[in-house]
């Protein structure tokens, strides 16, 4: 493409265009281009080197030393992050407006602060706003900057200028950046200025925390471009009307991914939960039909969480079959498995499957907990209330182990739990002191242990 001072892009293909046309030659999209200043040509920025430094190297000749780490100071957030913030890494920050990314933040820059120069950049409240929260939230120490921005060269530069070590853009979605002519928000100028700080965070070894509102389909920023673009994306999560609130890794390339830390929001912020294992469970006075606790494992550690069921006379036309928390094709196949493996049908029935808490268990070790959750409230016949189970169930009616058994039961002794209904393969040899374990290895057996 010859040198032109400005050209034209598709918003939605990438497409390249030297003048602005109301529809996208490559993708059809109508309205799309945009315009955008031409970056130098590539031949240009390559440097001709012999630097060691630039150049390429061997890759056993890379030290080895382990990642620098900022410790933020709040452990969940520290977990979450695999053990503190990288220097030179970008990490995304999503969640649904109102959940509490900015307090978290504001929390995490005054700890930040007593380490490391901190800027806080909001692009959505006014300065006046930020203190009222920092007042709020009791942070005291004057040790971190703010900046009312939306620029994202002004951003960079004064970051450079400050030397500070941790940024914080509040939101992403509010920066632009003056080589396009696009509207803040747009998926182009949520690109261009990521990767503007994407490039900041590499060549000056700066953390850089981006905060993004998820959209209505639940992605960030619409395409998911951001999460390509960044090291680390944690999604702020909650379920509707509770204080407690779960931040989850669902990439990380410092650490686990899947990781979660917990939060409680109070008066005075957030707070910390070190101790989430048992917070899931809604203690009944008895025993009810269609609840049973299960031992999930989420990131590095395991989390007794309760699962229920609920099973009904279809009263409509078509029978529904809904789950929350846990995937609804899981479903439908534990179901047939139970009717061919187990005896038990629930045609005719609804069926609603849900895991309390928000919490969302994405691992095979639910099967059977929401399998037996389902029989329990066909049957109308209680599961004991110490009682714990997991498993996965395959289908041909077999039981299959789940990875970290022994870890497991382990908590769920810790927590009071006496009986456990468990893949045989992960029944620990010698056996756990207080837990009376049953091994089981067909669908079949399951049902009949616990009806
Ligand atoms: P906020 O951090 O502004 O959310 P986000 O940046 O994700 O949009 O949090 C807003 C909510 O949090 C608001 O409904 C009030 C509540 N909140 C508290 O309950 N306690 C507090 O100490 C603070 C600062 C906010
Ligand atoms: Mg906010």
């Not at 390249?16 to 996208?24: A, F, N």
């Not at 971190?144 to 002004?154: G, H, I, K, P």
């Not at 632009?176 to 503007?196: H, K, N, Y």
């Not at 629930?346 to 928000?358: L, P, R, Y």
Request: aromatic fraction near 2%; charged fraction near 20%; proline fraction near 4%.
């Amino acid at each position: 493409m010859p040198r032109t001072k400005t050209v034209f892009v598709c918003d939605s293909c990438g497409a390249q265009s030297l003048q602005w046309q109301g529809q996208c030659d490559d993708c059809g999209g109508w309205n799309s281009l945009i315009e955008q200043r031409n970056s130098q040509t590539a031949a240009k920025r390559v440097v001709a080197t012999k630097s060691p430094e630039i150049g390429p190297r061997r890759l056993d000749q890379i030290s080895e030393e382990p990642e620098r780490r900022i410790q933020i100071g709040l452990s969940e957030l520290d977990r979450v992050l695999g053990g503190g913030l990288v220097p030179g890494s970008v990490t995304l920050i999503g969640g649904d407006p109102g959940i509490g990314k900015s307090t978290l933040l504001m929390q995490a820059a005054s700890r930040l602060s007593d380490g490391v120069g901190v800027l806080y950049v909001t692009g959505e409240e006014s300065l006046r706003q930020l203190s009222l929260r920092a007042r709020r939230l009791e942070i005291h120490n004057a040790g971190v900057d703010v900046l009312a921005e939306t620029l994202v060269e002004q951003v960079i530069a004064t970051t450079i200028n400050s030397r500070c070590g941790v940024v914080i853009i509040d939101s992403i979605q509010t920066m632009v950046s003056d080589a396009l002519s696009s509207a803040a928000g747009t998926v182009s100028q949520v690109r261009e200025s990521a990767g503007q700080l994407v490039r900041l965070a590499k060549q000056r070894h700066v953390a850089v925390i981006l905060v993004g509102h998820v959209t209505k389909e639940g992605s960030i920023a619409g395409p998911r471009v951001l999460e390509h673009m960044v090291d680390t994306v944690l999604y702020f999560q909650s379920d509707a009307g509770s204080r407690l609130r779960l931040i989850r890794a669902v990439k990380n390339r410092f650490g686990a991914a899947n990781e979660i830390g917990v939060f409680a929001m109070t008066g005075e912020g957030l707070r910390e939960v070190p101790n989430p294992s048992a917070i899931f469970i809604s203690r009944h006075a008895v025993a009810v039909p269609g609840s049973v606790v299960m031992v999930a494992r989420e990131g590095t550690r395991p989390l007794l969480v309760e699962v229920q069921a609920l099973v009904d006379d279809g009263q409509s036309g078509h029978i529904r079959r809904l789950s929350v928390g846990l995937e609804q094709n899981r479903l439908a196949l534990l179901l047939a498995v139970a009717h061919r493996h187990g005896g038990v049908s629930m045609a005719g029935q609804d069926v609603f499957v849900n895991v309390v808490g928000g919490v969302r268990v994405g691992e095979t070790a639910a099967d059977l907990p929401a399998l037996l959750a389902a029989v329990s409230s066909l049957c109308d016949q209680p599961i004991a209330r110490d009682l714990v189970c997991f498993g996965e169930v395959g289908l041909a009616g077999e039981i299959r182990p789940v990875p970290f058994g022994e870890e497991r039961l382990a908590e769920a002794v810790k927590h009071g739990f006496t009986k456990a209904i468990v893949p045989v393969a992960n029944v620990p040899k010698r056996g756990i002191e207080g837990l009376e374990i049953l091994g089981v290895e067909r669908v079949s057996e399951a049902i009949n242990a616990v009806s």
